[in-house]
């Protein structure tokens, strides 16, 4: 990785620049959403959207038509999560992959030992929501700022996440399942202040 | 419908995802049970919660004027103030180098188009064999790898299925070409194994496929 070498490519003469603009440019505000969210940082966020945007220039040309905002915001996520796996000093940190693929629906989403922020969130009795949503894995994370926030439908997610819409809806179920789980305990937290 | 199956199906139904005939079977097992209608009030009670009280992080207007001048000038790159994209930096390990050779080598000696051909799919192989990046995508299921592309491609390529010819799908793989054989081979050709080689892709060969989007 420390070998990475840059080549400019060159798509300036057959890439419909205006056609671009139209298309993408009113997704910046959705794209800026999910990045902050995944990265949450502003200054991150800020970068991976300039960042995605190249990308998204050059594969422009091969853009087939259909949603343009799933199309844009698959590349933000993705060099989201690059982003943050850079960051991470190339510490290899895997994704936390659930196993619902796998059926394994024991599995327990939200383990207080495993997660130190949902741990750090159980101390302070009155969470926010946004530091409920922050706490969660990114896979689930997404799927909540995807669906709440954007409002996409499960196809347009399952494109974003490059998974099946099963797996879109199982995650969005765990993920609703952890917050409702900690909300109503800050709930609590917040009425016996 | 049982209660096993509202609890599998309850999120769909919040989100107005379920079709017709399961929404109907649905409706009828909540009015007559009052557990699965508890359940399905606190859910709701939540998405409310989550939809109007997580923040919507505003896009700063000068990120908007910034993206808008880069992208009406055609830059394809730029230099992020937090990281370094190296214009060229030959780093520590062999295969970075050779690879880069190799591509200096292609673009000036300019070979037909047949033993382009070849060096692609050579150069393709040598990229996938450097570490971490056997495969891309581990999955039997061409319904697993087919969305996968979507968003790391610049095509959606088709996954198909040649079980039947000897071949079972077992993974794939990102293989770009060196830039310079842009338009050189207009057509996407799937090699036996199900890896996938796309001659138009614009992907800098020297990158990891997975890095590089």
Redesign the interface.
């Given at each position: 990785m420390n070998d990475q070498i840059w080549v400019q490519v060159n798509m300036g003469a057959d890439r419909n620049q205006p056609q671009f603009d139209v298309l993408m440019l009113p997704h910046m505000a959705a794209a800026y959403n999910l990045a902050r969210w995944l990265t949450g940082d502003p200054d991150d966020a800020s970068d991976v959207v300039q960042e995605s945007y190249l990308r998204a220039i050059r594969f422009f040309t091969s853009y087939r038509g259909g949603a343009a905002r799933s199309w844009l915001l698959a590349i933000v996520r993705n060099t989201s999560l690059n982003w943050l796996a850079q960051k991470r000093n190339q510490k290899t940190v895997p994704l936390p992959e659930p196993d619902d693929e796998k059926g394994n629906a024991g599995h327990e989403l939200i383990d207080e030992n495993a997660d130190p922020e949902f741990e750090l969130i159980q101390k302070q009795a009155a969470a926010t929501m946004d530091q409920l949503v922050q706490a969660l894995p990114a896979v689930y994370r997404e799927v909540i700022i995807l669906r709440e926030i954007e409002e996409l439908s499960y196809k347009e997610i399952a494109e974003v996440i490059g998974m099946p819409i099963g797996t879109v809806m199982s995650r969005l179920a765990r993920a609703r399942k952890a917050i409702q789980q900690h909300w109503s305990k800050s709930a609590d937290g917040r009425a016996s202040k | 419908m049982k209660c096993k199956d509202i609890e599998q199906l309850?999120?769909?139904f919040l989100?107005q995802?379920l079709d017709p005939a399961n929404a109907h079977a649905f409706a009828e097992h909540l009015a007559a049970c009052p557990s699965c209608g508890k359940q399905l009030d606190?859910?709701l009670a939540?998405?409310q919660?989550?939809?109007t009280?997580?923040?919507?992080?505003?896009?700063?207007f000068e990120?908007?004027k910034?993206?808008?001048r880069?992208?009406?000038s055609?830059?394809?790159?730029?230099a992020?103030p937090?990281?370094k994209?190296?214009?060229?930096?030959?780093?520590?390990?062999g295969?970075?180098?050779a690879m880069?050779a190799c591509?200096a080598f292609f673009m000036v000696a300019r070979p037909d188009s047949e033993y382009m051909l070849e060096q692609q799919l050579i150069a393709g192989h040598i990229r996938s064999l450097q570490d971490n990046h056997l495969t891309d995508v581990v999955s039997t299921d061409q319904?697993?790898v087919k969305?996968?592309?979507?968003?790391?491609l610049?095509?959606?390529p088709p996954v198909i299925d040649l079980t039947a010819s000897g071949f079972p799908l077992i993974m794939s793989i990102i293989m770009p070409p060196p830039?310079s054989f842009?338009a050189t081979t207009p057509m996407s050709s799937i090699s036996s194994s199900g890896r996938l080689i796309d001659p138009?892709s614009?992907w800098?060969p020297?990158?990891r496929g997975?890095?590089t989007?």
């Open positions: - | 309850q999120h769909a989100d995802e606190a859910f939540t998405k919660a989550i939809k009280q997580t923040t919507r992080h505003a896009l700063p990120l908007y910034k993206v808008a880069m992208t009406a055609g830059q394809t790159t730029w992020s937090s990281k994209w190296l214009p060229l930096k030959w780093g520590t390990t295969a970075g180098l880069a591509l319904h697993t969305p996968w592309f979507n968003g790391r610049d095509i959606s830039p842009i138009r614009t800098n020297l990158l997975k890095d989007i």
